[in-house]
């Protein structure tokens, strides 16, 4: 299986729409979400790129019955990917406690209303 | 592996960043007014002192390299320490001390106290990130970091919420910016593995002249620069600093003032010079036409809008997003006086605005405003804070005899090098926009000075022990305009690698 | 992937907040799936366990207390439109030049991957390649990605911990919590029923063979897919159900947010100290060959160890921020009572 750049284009559309969502949107929840949807893009461009065709995934298979060497995808890209699903859920984690605060105290969480209060406040 | 496995010394490049990342959780568990307080400044000063220990051993026998986890790179992740990033650590954890010993009094009033260990181990943690980001030599890992020091900031900048709700706001819109920049730093460090296999900084540069005319490293050069750009706050991407400086409490503006943007401004010299190499930065990217224009319309617009500001933190604010049009300019200039100039000016600048949001915390610590209609007459009212915020405005001017003074001098210098109606029309913009410096100092020292303290207010100064360390700061910034040695002298050689390392 | 692509476009368009969170969750999964495919199922296990998992259970707790419907709008923004399209063209105009994914002669394939494929078996003697670089070869970068948990559990508590300040001064900027929400109540501690037999009973079921799951995955993670920390996202989403089943009170019992802290602490503590002790013992910061007499087995100790804090510290952070948010509600339940009164 050959699938080219086909993955890659994904990656793009994906992430167009992520970054969309957050700059036009002013539901700072959807915001939230489109920045979700920006970082997961992302991701999958790493792991494509790890992939190698008819290769399997990085765990070593013992046993005698092993004799032609399977071909490993890369390990690395899967090791990044880890660390920066960590980072996005803790982007999310902070960002949403940050949402729910402003709601207490703005009343609101869209941000057109909340720059128009500005100054008032 | 270094030949003296079991002396302190040769773990000195991993201590500074594990000193602080270990004491985190330590004073998250800690309670109290001062233990917290206590440990953060002690974990500081040890990281200062290896710091300066580091950069002392990189000036007389050159770059230091250490391999975590014992695997060499390009497999494992490696730590280097050359003059730039040992530079660096020196003025990150030094202006981290010193706001520290400020902190003492001043959080009290904007943090309470329940909360003083989280506080403070937010605080270590964006340390940790910033000294790890000056000192790793592995692409990824910078992106980490660049993680925990944001991810600690936007918690620490929401705690200017007790003053003023719009703290909060403030925080989300660094968080939704930043985490843009991140990413898209992140994309362009994929696109930089996809082509050349590794993610070790020097094994990336050695491998660049090999693919260096492709598209894929043309557009991944373009998220890295546009990615650092909107962490940096150069112009166009400055909207949240502005927002997140005034809100934040007073300690954390100081802090971030001097080393937050400092940091991005770094990574980007890096990979400007190291990886980039100045060759393809300024021919195959022709750097200098798209940073040029910025940084110049960035030192203007935003001196401009400065005049026109109410809030004197906001106002601070605005100068250091025109300040850090200087520094993009001496990079844009790509000679080795501009590069020389900048990295004077991110020391320079560094000290000299941490003394000026400092004293400016000495008057918030009295008056509770930062609004310049709340501090009519203040001169009169807490006048050795006041002549030390002058000082420090002078500074930012660039008279001589101050920091500012000496990197703008390079700064002309490197643009009269350059030649050309370019060059001088440069030099006739800098004159403007100092300027314009001196008319929003001035505004400051005639409210100051020349208005009417409030009805029934006495003199009464801040506590000793704020002014002694913004003191600190603002007799450094003289002591570091007048001996240049130390801070020119550094920069001069780290420049000369930097250009020759190309 | 076009199932991806049409969850994504919907996710734009609809209005309804938990309508979004729903397809946001369904991408996360679809996602996973389309990482097994490419071999990834470590990165497969984690995103299904935090995209579609834990990240949906937050959102659905800030909506409950926010209120879930999004303001009429959307009008067509110009701007973005133009960057996001920016942004696409850069991205195809790299394609050009681009090595065709999927073959072995990459660089990426080439240069160092081929160390940690071939050699790891010998030097570190764990069959999860990923595992071994993960917590070996690049386990610096793995300890940052555990500070970093680290920073946003500390940042969550710092952030909503906070009693509400100027209460006397200015009540009116405090608007009421309530107001224009859709019909649904702002505490999620009324989750806990305690009618409900059939969920307790399966909860009850379920809960044993979770935290099982959750061990399992930790310490068998250098053999199969798994680690610390997808067994930490585990091991927090039991406890999790348990609270959302029996009430946050009885979770609370079990684990105290002191108890918390000091967990999310020691994970980072834990890992660290297996760095520092290798720095005694003369080798590097986070070197584990000198952990043993043997380097494969200090290899091992060492990778059971700081897996062992990752687990911890991930299972505190995200019970602290699950905490954190429920906490919440119950405070801002306490407030409107008290107006009321």
Redesign the interface.
Known sequence: MSFGFFNYWVFIILLMIGLYTVMSRSNLVKKMIGLSLFQISVFLFYISMGKISGGTAPIVVDGPLDTAAPIYSNPLPHVLILTAIVVGIATTALGLSLVVRIRESFGTIDEEEILEMKDGA | MAPDMLSLSSQFPILVAIAPLLTAPICALLRGKTAPWAVTTIASAYAFYISLQLLLTVASFGPISYELGGWAPPWGIEYVVDLLSGFMLVLISGVSTGVLLFARESVTKEVPTSQLGLFFAAYLLALTGMLGICITGDAFNVFVFLEIMSLSSYALIAMGERTDRRALTAAFQYLIIGTVGATFYLIGVGLIYMMTGTLNIADIAARFPEIEGTRPILAAAGFIVIGLAIKLALFPFHIWLPNGYTYAPSIITAFFAGTATKVSVYLLIRYIFTVFGVNYSFQGLELMDILLPFAVLGFLTMSAVAIYQTNIKRLLAYSSVAQLGYIILGIALANETGLTASIVHIFNHAIVKTGLFLSVGCMFFVVGSTYLKDLEGIGRRMPITTFGFVLGGLGLIGVPLTPGFISKWYLVVAALEKGSVIGYGLVALLMVSSLLAVIYIWRVVEVAYFRDMPEGTVKEEAPISLLVPTWLFILGSFYFGIETSFNVGIAKAAAAFLMGGA | ?LL??AG??S??FVRN?FV??ML?GI??FI?AL??IS??????AF??AA??AG??TV??I???A???SQ??D??KF?A???V???A??A???????????????N????????P???NDS?TEIGV????TS??A???????F??T??????G????????????RKNEDDE?????D??KTGRSGSLTGLGSQHDLIPHVIAKLLIPFIFVFALYVQFHGD???GGG?QAGVIFAAGIILYALVFSLDYARSVVSERAI??L???G??LY?GV??VS?ML????????VLASDPVAGQHLGILLVELGVGITVTAAMLA?FY??VG?ADL?AAKAEQEEN
Do not use: W
């Open positions: 992937m991806l692509i994504t476009m996710v734009l907040l979004a969170t946001l991408v996360s996602m389309i990482f490419l071999d990834a199922v470590d990165v984690t995103e935090v995209g834990i990240s937050l959102y707790g800030t909506l207390l926010v209120g999004e303001k709008q959307p923004a701007g973005p439109l960057i996001c399209l942004v696409g850069v991205l195809y105009y790299a394609t050009y030049e681009m090595p065709r994914f999927g073959e072995a990459n660089p990426v394939h080439t240069h160092v991957a160390r940690y494929i078996p069959p999860n390649m990923v670089v993960l070996s070869y690049r386990g610096y970068d793995t940052g990605e500070t970093v948990i680290f920073a946003a500390i940042g969550v508590l710092l952030i909503l911990r906070q009693r509400r300040r900027t405090d608007v009421p919590l107001e224009g053999y199969g897919p920390f802290l000091f999310i602490s020691a980072v503590l660290g760095g520092v720095m003369g080798g590097n910061f986070l070197d584990y060959n921020i954190a948010f919440r801002i």
